[in-house]
């Protein structure tokens, strides 16, 4: 045996006297497509027949596809949050022109009073928000741990409860006042969910209420 064939890489393919470069198939090339797709250089097949129909994430037995109420506070709370500085920093906005023209301001003092009205309703206004989707959340969460599930039932009571604390050191009227807004509120999204559903399960896009 010689050092030749030693330093030589182990090859499973037979060799000739001389090198030659192997010719490819003529049916597989890297730019070569078929049914409009393009196919693996290095297999000689489609890649979309590797494609299955199973779902993308594996979800463990009795686990709901959708996510809970804990998931969603995080993206409710935020959403809040945003929401209500966009409408106070326009309602600010608005007061603010009413008040310098008002007041006949111009220059910097218009601009300082400006920035002012906006940041200090903007502020005001998503913090409220905040607090309300703190307040919701933080029920919902608790009403889905205690009972078990996460239905409407959890959504009414959770808006019921957020309004009578929120109003609850306003006095006893405000506080049934702030109830009341809160049951009306949740109880409209639960009948919009529900027409919703329905439209969907009917194959109609438009909502139909019952």
Known sequence: MSDDYLSKPLSLT???????PR???????????TFGAPISPYLNYDPRFLQQAQPEFIFPEGATK???RFELAFSQIGSSVMIGAGIGGVAGFYNGMRTTKALQQTGKLWRTQML???MKQGSGTANTLGTLAVMYSGFGV????VR???????????????GLLYKSTAGLRKCAFGGAVGLGIS???????????NAASNGNS???FL
């Open 187 to 197: 109880g409209l999204y639960c009948v919009l969910q529900m027409a919703r559903a």
């Open 206 to 208: 438009g909502l139909k």
């Open 142 to 145: 608790l009403l889905q741990a």
């Open 14 to 20: 037979p060799t000739t006297g001389h090198d030659e």
């Open 66 to 68: 959708q996510r809970g």
């Open 148 to 162: 078990g599930e996460d239905d409407d039932i959890n959504t009414v009571v959770a808006g019921t409860a957020t």
């Open 23 to 33: 010719p490819m198939r003529s049916n597989v090339t890297s730019a070569s497509t």
């Open 116 to 118: 002012n009205h906006v």
